[in-house]
Every structure is written in structure tokens, then in C-alpha cells.
């Protein structure tokens, strides 16, 4: 099974061609458009398969799936302590695993913005995170840490570990959070201004049927967002 997140920087119906050449069986696309609500006959053919959600019908989170696929919405809470926290999709994925696309966001949260975002999340969703993967834009990495919060990206990356979660980056290359040699996201698609923020963390049943996981040439896609597609490989699930 190979799997892509990519934040694909707006109007994925001009720009989904570009990922045909992957023949992933799962696409996680953040920054899309909502096919439901887009008149693009391509575009819609495309996305035949899939579950979106998002604030405006122009800038979301999608899964998109082969037609063989079977994905089914999951309903978990998005709220914390009346907080609703922001970009969760969790699916089931042929009955067989879960599948929890995510596209942090600010939320207008001085405080809990962005990875914090996720750490409240996971405190109501934890124990739903059987046999997962956790795919897409964090907008974080560990060099961001602030020593006086206990739900940084480390402590994220602590409590994913406490339940047997792991990014899969970061064993296949046997790099350390925060040290990585690929970045994922070039500010204001500038070279000089690389960052690591999109990861694909799993549950062991993940980690040990990993064949590779890879991120797209920045010489291609650049030139088409400011993300570049992670992919990553499994033997068969």
C-alpha cells in the first residue's frame, strides 16, 4: 500500500494531475477544495472516492482513495473542554485500520495553536488510536519547542510514543526529531528557508511492514506549492 500527504497550497483541482504518477492507493491532500462543491469534471472524476471537511468549500483537508477502497467517516469528538480544535478526518480503511488525516491549524488560539491543537485532540481521541496512522501538515517540528509548555511537539511526539506511535520518517531514516535532512516546507517557497512539518507517525503494525518512505524532488514541486508530497511504502497491510 503507498500512501501520500501532501499540502498541495490551494486549487487541487489545477494541480492533482501532478500526483497521477505516484499510483498511491490513499492520498492525504491539505489546503484542497471540496470536490462536492467544485464544478471541475476532472477534478471530480478524480476524487471520486473521498471525505473531506474544511471551513469554506475552497481550503480543507481530503482523503482520497482507488475506488476499490473502502473509506468510512469516523465520528470522534473534536472538542476540548468546548474548544473545537481543528483539522481532524479520522476514517476506517477497508474496516481493516484507521486512518487520521490532519491539517493543524492556528484555530485563533493564542496558546494552543497549531501542535497544540493536536495534543488537545489526542487527549480526548487517545485511546481510538489503535492499528493508525496519523498523516499530514503538523506546521511544527521539535526546533519550535517552548520550554514552559507541557504539549509542545515533543511531548506530542512523547505521548504518540507511550502508545506505541512512531514517525515513520524518522525510523526509516534513523534521524532525530528536529534534526532532519529533508524538509518538507519551503517558506514562501524559498530554499533558503527549509522546515520539516509534515510526518506520517503509525502503530506498530505500520512500522514493521514499512518498505520506504521518501519526499518529492523540491526542484519539481516547488514550482507547485510550498510542501513537498511525503510517500511512504507498505508490504501488504
Known amino acids: ?21 505516484f ?7 491539505q489546503e484542497c477544495e471540496n470536490p ?31 475506488k476499490e477502497i473502502e473509506l468510512k467517516k469516523l465520528n470522534w469528538s473534536d472538542n476540548f473542554k468546548d474548544h473545537k480544535v481543528k483539522h481532524f478526518l479520522p ?24 501542535i497544540g491543537q493536536l495534543w ?29 509548555s507541557w504539549w509542545n511537539h515533543s511531548d506530542v511526539v512523547k505521548e504518540l510514543s507511550d502508545i506505541g506511535i512512531e514517525s515513520l520518517y524518522h ?14 516546507f519551503f517558506l514562501h517557497r524559498k530554499i533558503n528557508n527549509p522546515y520539516h512539518i509534515d510526518y506520517i507517525f503509525g502503530s506498530k503494525e505500520f ?10 524532488d523540491s526542484n519539481i514541486w516547488l514550482e507547485i506549492s510550498d510542501h513537498l508530497p511525503m510517500i511512504c511504502e507498505f508490504s501488504t497491510l
Not at 499510483?23 to 491532500?29: L, Q
Not at 467544485?38 to 482507488?66: S, V
Not at 480526548?124 to 520550554?147: C, T
Open 120 to 148: 488537545k485532540y489526542l487527549q480526548v481521541n487517545k485511546d481510538n488510536l489503535n492499528k493508525s496512522l496519523i498523516v499530514g501538515d503538523l506546521n511544527s517540528n521539535k526546533i519550535w519547542d517552548k520550554w514552559d
Open 36 to 66: 462536492s462543491e467544485i464544478n471541475h469534471n476532472e477534478y471530480n472524476e478524480w476524487a471520486k472516492n473521498h471525505l473531506w471537511i474544511g471551513d469554506t468549500k475552497n481550503k480543507g483537508i481530503g482523503i482520497f482513495a482507488k
Open 171 to 184: 525510523k526509516y531514516r534513523n534521524e532525530e526529531q528536529g534534526k532532519e535532512s529533508q524538509p518538507t
Open 91 to 114: 476514517c476506517s480503511v477497508n474496516n481493516e485500520f484507521t486512518l487520521l488525516a490532519v491539517w493543524t491549524h492556528s484555530n485563533n488560539s493564542p496558546t494552543f495553536g497549531y
Open 23 to 29: 499510483n498511491a492507493d490513499i492520498f492525504v491532500i
Open 207 to 216: 512500522s514493521t511492514k514499512l518498505n520506504k518512505i521518501e519526499i518529492g
Open 1 to 21: 500500500m503507498k500512501i501520500v500527504t501532501w499540502n498541495c497550497n490551494g486549487a487541487l483541482r489545477k494541480k492533482f494531475e501532478h500526483l497521477k504518477d
